[in-house]
């Protein structure tokens, strides 16, 4: 008798360290449950009171990663949309502020029927009814669940009892899998699974048992450390993954799937095991180390005194997108971070940004570094080096080009000076009303809004279409009051939203590659099929124009 097949929930822990890599071992995950032939989705539950990631300081907690569906999630979002080569919507991202507020408006419209609203059943109770309906919504055979922060914390607790009741409910539908650290202490030089004996025990605790254990850390699981693994946390030897450091996070899939991983955790849900079509994966895995001659480009912006590690986090998907786009176009991608504050105090540095190949300046918010970030998009338009302006990247681009092409002295956004003589960019009036009302949470022009692409353009070739859908995050907007002007003088206005006719995309003539989005394009590159501009802008950028 067939085994009963769907749907099917694997639920991704952590435990003993944050940033061990549970975001890409969900995706991964649902990468090979793809390539088995199973409809996938991934959901990340956010252990935060905040409603979304949008109110969160992308410095300390990640990026904002913005949906179709006007949803500001958490970086993980973008892996999954990533890995999987799919779109996500609002019903894959939930926080404890939202479950919470759910519960609060229910109880407030007699939902319950003037029971006794408690933490214990129905914060729980919300959770699952969440992981359902994205379930059904998307259809899915396999739902991966990624729980954030580490058990043991208090904050994730519920989430952890919402997954003990799914299971009591559905024995054999549920697996867990718990991602843990193996620190290799400097003076021992040998992998520790102490901590993550503790943190299974912590998950016992919660009334769960791992299944699988993923083994991060520097080096190989070794036979030893997996016996004692298995013993020590009750989960079968060979369900301890190993999981080193690894060049590229796209190796990751092929990676598991050399240790079986997707079997393994279809025997654990009741399931036949079924072949994986990993070709794909396995073919851009060979073009990632094939691609050897180097293409350096800056991303400048306003950078605080932090390492490049959490910068690297607040701007995940343009990294990855440059990525994206150098392994198509056949070359290893070098990203330097470039403080613009740096041009501010001594303008002769701009001349050092002569040694990159392509200049980016991605999203961003307030006065600091602006000037210097200016400066840099002037040196790229005179230098004609390859500049893509991602969202303020291309708001800026267009305040330089009134200045020093159209004149315009003081010409600004109104977000930095509101009493610009010249306001190129301006903030509609609802947007106005929001910010005077301190209304901040999900109230920017957020998700996808179509653009129509004026033929005969560098972008509407790129693309290879006259209509086009992108995401959105932003408060302010261009002037069109300055748009003939800044049209006829070679800044040319060639992609805008039919129903607004606000301008999304610009394009400088006369330049190897010079294109600022009012859109975020990084939210929709994909391994294998890179964003038009990055992939163009990089072709530029590597010379080949
Ligand atoms: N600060 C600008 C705005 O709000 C740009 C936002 C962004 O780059 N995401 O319009």
Not at 17 to 26: C, D, F, M, N, P
Not at 368 to 386: D, L, N, T, V
Not at 395 to 407: D, K, M, P, S, W
Not at 414 to 428: C, M, W
Request: charged letters at 25%; a neutral charge; glycine letters at 8%.
């Amino acid at each position: 008798m067939a085994k009963k097949t769907r749907p099917k929930y694997i639920f991704v822990v952590g435990g003993v360290l944050s940033g061990v890599g549970k975001g890409v071992t969900t995706a991964s995950i649902g990468a090979i449950m793809k390539a088995k032939g199973f409809k996938t989705t991934a959901l990340k539950a956010d252990p935060y009171i905040n409603v979304d990631a949008g109110t969160m300081n992308p410095i300390e907690h990640g990026e904002v990663f913005v949906t179709d569906d006007k949803d500001e999630t958490d970086q993980d979002m973008g892996n999954y949309e990533r890995f999987l080569d799919i779109d996500l919507t609002s019903m894959n991202y939930m926080t404890t502020g939202r479950v919470y507020q759910t519960v609060i408006n229910n109880e407030r419209s007699m939902k319950y029927k003037g029971r006794c609203v408690q933490v214990v059943p129905h914060i729980p109770e919300e959770i699952i009814g969440r992981i359902k309906r994205a379930q059904k919504h998307h259809d899915a055979d396999m739902v991966i669940i990624e729980i954030g922060g580490t058990v043991g914390e208090y904050e994730n607790i519920l989430f952890l009892e919402a997954i003990r009741e799914l299971k009591m409910a559905n024995p054999d539908d549920v697996a867990v899998v718990l991602v843990s650290y193996l620190p290799v202490p400097a003076h021992l030089g040998e992998m520790k699974t102490k901590p993550t004996q503790h943190a299974s025990r912590l998950l016992n605790q919660a009334g769960l048992q791992a299944d699988m254990i993923v083994a991060r850390g520097r080096m190989e699981l070794d036979k030893p450390r997996r016996e004692k693994l298995a013993t020590f946390c009750g989960v079968q030897k060979e369900n301890c993954i190993s999981a080193p450091d690894v060049p590229s996070i796209y190796e990751i899939p092929s990676r598991f799937e050399d240790q079986n991983v997707g079997n393994k955790l279809l025997k654990i849900l009741d399931m036949s095991p079924r072949k994986t079509d990993l070709a794909p994966w396995h073919a851009f895995v060979k073009k990632i180390h094939n691609s050897t001659k180097e293409v350096t480009i800056a991303v400048v912006g306003k950078y605080f005194g932090t390492g490049s590690f959490t910068l690297a986090d607040s701007y995940i998907s343009v990294i990855e997108s440059v990525k994206h786009a150098a392994w198509f176009n056949n070359v290893k991608p070098i990203l330097e971070w470039v403080d613009s504050e740096e041009f501010e105090k001594d303008p002769k540095k701009l001349l050092e940004l002569k040694k990159y190949d392509g200049i980016i300046v991605p999203g961003g918010f307030g006065t600091r570094g602006i000037e210097g970030i200016i400066s840099a998009i002037q040196f790229a338009r005179e230098k004609k080096i390859p500049y893509l302006g991602l969202c303020y990247g291309m708001q800026l681009a267009t305040i330089e080009f009134a200045r020093h092409v159209l004149g315009k002295k003081g010409a600004h956004t109104v977000e930095v000076n509101d009493k610009t003589p010249h306001p190129i960019i301006i903030v509609n009036p609802f947007q106005a009303k929001n910010i005077a009302e301190e209304k901040y949470g999900g109230t920017m022009r957020l998700g996808a809004y179509d653009c129509d692409l004026i033929a005969g353009t560098q972008t509407r070739k790129a693309y290879g279409t006259a209509h086009i859908s992108e995401r959105h995050r932003h408060r302010y907007e261009f002037n069109n009051e300055y748009r003939e002007e800044m049209d006829s003088a070679g800044l040319k206005v060639v992609g805008v939203n039919p129903e607004s006719d606000l301008v999304e995309i610009v394009e400088l003539e006369n330049h190897p590659f010079f294109v600022g989005t009012q859109f975020h394009p990084e939210f929709k590159s994909r391994p294998m099929r890179p964003h038009p501009l990055f992939r163009e802008f990089v072709k530029a950028a590597k010379g080949e124009k």
